[in-house]
């Protein structure tokens, strides 16, 4: 073998290279399944370029017998071959004529000291793609590579290649609704969009980007855009916080999910006096009427549905929102539309939970790409507002979570201190806990598990007290993660009335009854910074099921144990007396105090008795979940 520098700068290996050659092309298209051609790629220097059906990998040509070498004893490692999957790029670019810069092997230079870098003048193309961080799983950064030509229809026979390889994946969206909140987070929300719109635009994705104007604006949008308008769309982003998602999928829900009310025990009374809600009464019939008499209650749903302003077309008031062509199209459409959070929120934990981390660039490529997840979605349904007045029913959904207590005290706290931007929660969540509250209330859940016994609490040792004062230890379970095989079981239906259960009738039901600190009910494990692993570390994405959680009272000094164990990685939140964690498809709630107020997905909602359901699956989201 002989190394040889040509007139161009350029190293060369002399020698047997038959099993190189360029791809013929014929009318713009390579011949063959497979494209394969020398090409120049910058700063590696001349490399073997092959575009197969699921990859594009490339081969220095600049290799040497003694590429493996030895220092001090330790044999470093030769280049490999690179290569990047179809799966991992957006797009493919025809460059101008310009400049591509080279660097050599580390061995080239040194055999040859005086040889450090070169540039030549060539056509060139550039891939665009993902590199996933090595440090930081599930982070996902841009990765591009330039690779140059002396002869421009070699390139764009290249781009075309690419170019026709990546169209051929349908899940990828063309065209997206996107919702951009100003006031999300330290009110970065406009910013951050204009950060990742440049991905959209290379990956040839249409946007029609919605700035929103005040609280409900997108709610309004949602719920007034026509089925067969919406349907134009692959899918519907959000630029914001949790809240803010909270928003958009109440619009997109509350107007066309045709579903009966959560299941409730046989004494549990509601607002018209009788016991057990039809399961044939429709939630929305009088949600209109509802809203206006829950104003000041919940202002992000105050206005009327049929009659935002947006996309939509304006509606007649008195004409209902939920026709019957919209039930027919509405699976459908729920299953062609994918959601998409791109955070620029306070805590952004459903984003946490989809894709492992609170990066915009991440979400935005996991939506180019067109990856899908199904998420569950809780049904919560209002009954009371205060101990004496009844009214019609009220229905929100929730994506994350609903608490009680502690949790609603909070939100309601945070609100004096907007101006305090997300340093507020941790503000709020002081006073809250120096006040140490607690509240009488009644909790009935439907029992999906045999209730465990504390078989190790005992008397008479030291360990055992203390035992009785932490609680049994709990199972370790299957933590959710790409790719769940408990998320992926194919349910027996996703029809939007699919629940866990079919007979509410024979579900067994469990009941709480007493003081509680805090109540909760977990959609997902709601992951975020103040809690690593989450409220319920192993809830997942897509099984059918609510993680109840109740806080009962305690003693100041071991609720704050039970908090600072949330805020570890690895802690142990959930092994304690006072704490308990019910898995469950629906539960009941009945305050009896002069307060309720809930903390639904970080907004506000006034509830003093309430039941909930889970609906598996209920809707998609461009992300592949958690890589650890």
Known sequence: MEIRRDDNGIIRVEGDKSHLSNVEVENGEASSSSLNSTLFLENEGEVVLTLNSDDLSWKSLETFDYEVSVCLGIKLAPRLATEISLSDMYSVELLNYGLIHGSYHPNVVKYFPSINSHESEMHRFKVYGVQKSQSQPGHWTLATYTFGHKDLQTCRMWVTRISASLKMDVGRPKNLLVFVNPRSGKASGYRTWETVAPIFSRAE??????????????????????????????????????????????????????????????????????????????????????????????????????????????????????????????????????????????????????????????SALHIVLGKRIYLDIAQVVRWKTSLSSDIEPFVRYAASFAGYGFYGDVITESEKYRWMGPKRYDYAGTKVFLRHRSYEAEVSYIQTEPEKTNSTTGKGNTFSRLRSVCGPEKVERAVCRTNCDVCNAKPATRSPRSTPYSRPEESRWRRCKGHFLSV???????????????????????????????????????????????????GKPWNFEFVEHHKTPAFTFTSFGDESVWNLDGELFHAHQLSAQVFRGLISLFASGPEV
């Open 520 to 570: 909760g009910a977990a959609v997902i494990s709601n992951r975020n910074e103040r809690a690593p692993d989450g409220l319920v570390a192993d809830a997942h994405l897509s099984d059918g099921f609510l993680h109840l959680l109740l806080i009962r009272d305690c003693p100041r000094a071991l609720y704050l144990w039970h908090l600072t164990q949330l805020a570890k990685r690895g």
């Open 205 to 362: 994705v249409e946007t029609k980007v919605v700035v929103t104007e005040r609280a409900g604006h997108a709610f309004d949008v949602m719920a007034s855009i026509a089925n067969q308008e919406l349907s134009l769309y692959d899918g519907v982003i959000a630029i914001g916080g949790d809240g803010f998602f909270n928003e958009i999928l109440n619009g997109f829900l509350l107007s066309r999910h045709k579903a009966p009310h959560p299941p409730s025990p046989s004494d549990f009374i509601h607002y018209d006096g009788s016991k057990r809600n039809s399961v044939d009464h429709d939630p929305n019939a009088k949600v209109r009427e509802t809203a206006k008499q829950n104003e000041e209650h919940s202002p992000l749903i105050s206005n009327s549905l049929c009659n935002g302003s947006g996309l939509g077309n304006s509606r007649n008031e008195d004409v209902p929102c939920n026709k019957a062509d919209e039930d027919l199209e509405f699976p459908r459409l729920r299953e062609q539309l994918r959601f998409g959070i791109i955070p620029a929120g306070s805590t952004d934990a459903i984003v946490m939970c989809t894709t492992g981390t609170r990066d915009p660039v991440t």
